[in-house]
């Protein structure tokens, strides 16, 4: 059974503000903020917390003024996030007065049906202001805040909680979830059609065609896969008009809603700082993941001919590149000539083989001993960290280990590298990510209870940092 983190998605017109309530909410920078107008020109995600409950947040591009030939650009944007998004928080500015863009972001957010805020930011500067303005918006929940003094976050935060799950749990349809992600024009949906073995996918060569989710049930050894098509992520900078502004957001959807996911490569283009983005994502979910090599059959050397040791060259610079997920294995496809199409099943079924795998608790223990004997956990004096015994999460999709230890803040990021790399050469774990957590030994022993999908009180956010 596959395991979604609400989304909650922060929409309005350019340079209100979103940029700095998404970075006063993670407590630390992660989106550009500048004065000037239109500085996001992406959709940057990260995972937050708060308080029980964890939840992806999007600091979306800001919204303007049609001045392309898309005049349905507020609209779309909007459209999209209510698809993809649980919650919707509409941002506005307290010292200018309601714009016709602050009403039409409103009416698309309500339409959607989904839990929409309207967030009057920078109250700081609301000297004099009629505030009362802004209820003719229509959104019963409205916050005042200033990320410059703190003003109104954690009441916007306490009243985001109730309306969201701690944890969703998608319906058991014993199904395999596969996402198809990658930049534009990689071979997505090429390849969505030779796995699906129909065309039920739109194919053309203008980069950016696949706009919405494509799904495809198929069946392999009498095992139901849905096969889910993504929009192509752009680069940053290269997100001109409304339509694809929300496409990171939907394949942040699609990757929740996943077992396993293919991150296609163009053979023509390999090792772009994007495709490590997306790589990123995928592990901060907690997924399987394939690097897939696409468009495998047009690699030539300089006679025009087949490369026999281009295979050889390629996977080198992907495996030094990529070496923060060296557990997901690389494949090489073509979907014209249909090479290793197949292939992807075999792996698909063997990744989810190891994402269910459980090992005994005597076993994991004898494990710990042995890293331990061979490499002690460093320290400082009279600190010297101590791990005690350890247990694999029993309600994680994600193969996830609780070791319980003393003085854990003194235990190295290094270490935790040190022990996943034993784990993977004894129990392999291919194509998956693994979490390793150190929980402070007099913590109460919830076994089972997994910091990843409901972080607790105890030292939950030094785990998710270290």
Known sequence: MSKKLPIVAIVGRANVGKSSLFNAILERKEAIVAREAGTTRDSI????????????????????????????????????AADSADVIWVVVESDVPVTEEDRRVA???????????????????????????FLKLGVKDIFHTSTTQGRGIDQRLTKLVEVIPQVTELE????????????????????????????QAIVADKAGTTRD??????KYHEREMEIMDTAGIRRSGKIEVGI???????????????????????????????????????????????LV??????????????????????????????????????????????????????????????????????????????????HPPAGLKNRQPKLNYMVQETDNPTPAFKIFSSHTQYIHWSYRRYLERG????????????????????????????????????????GLKK
């Not at 989710?213 to 198929?218: D, E, H, K, W, Y």
């Not at 290793?340 to 269910?356: A, G, W």
Request: net charge neutral; proline share 4%; with cysteine.
């Open 293 to 374: 090599v696409s468009k495998w059959d047009t690699i030539k050397n300089e006679e025009g001919e087949t490369d026999p040791f281009a295979r050889d060259r390629i996977a080198a610079e992907i495996a030094q590149t990529y070496d923060f997920v060296p557990w997901a294995p690389l494949i090489f496809t073509s979907a014209v000539t249909g090479q290793n199409v197949t292939k992807i099943f075999e792996l698909v079924t063997e990744i989810v083989e190891e994402r269910k795998k459980r090992i005994p608790t005597v076993q994991l223990n004898k494990f710990l001993r042995e890293m331990i004997d061979k």
């Open 172 to 199: 058991d349809d014993n199904r395999l979830h596969i996402a198809l992600l990658g930049r534009p024009n990689v071979g997505k949906s090429s390849l969505f059609n030779s796995l699906a073995k129909k065309q």
């Open 244 to 290: 694809e502004k929300f496409s990171v957001v939907r394949a942040l959807a699609a990757i929740e809603q996943s077992d396993v996911c293919l991150l296609l490569m163009d053979a023509n283009e390999l090792n772009t700082a994007l495709d490590q983005k997306i790589a990123g994502m995928v592990k901060e979910a907690g997924k399987g993941l394939i």
């Open 423 to 462: 784990m993977r050469e004894r129990w392999s774990f291919t194509g998956t990510p693994v979490q390793i957590w150190f929980i402070e030994k007099h913590e109460t022993h919830r076994h089972g209870n997994s910091p990843t999908l409901a972080p607790r009180k105890h030292n939950s956010r030094a």
């Open 107 to 133: 009416k698309m957010a309500l339409k959607s049906r989904k839990p929409v805020f309207l967030v009057v930011n920078k109250i700081d500067k609301a000297k004099g202001q009629d505030l009362t303005q």
């Open 213 to 218: 989710v494509n799904r495809a049930i198929v």
């Open 45 to 80: 995600m990260a995972k937050a917390e708060y308080g029980e409950n964890q939840f992806w947040l999007v600091d979306t591009a800001g919204i303007k003024d049609p001045e392309d030939d898309f005049e349905f650009t507020i609209q779309e944007q909007i459209i999209q």
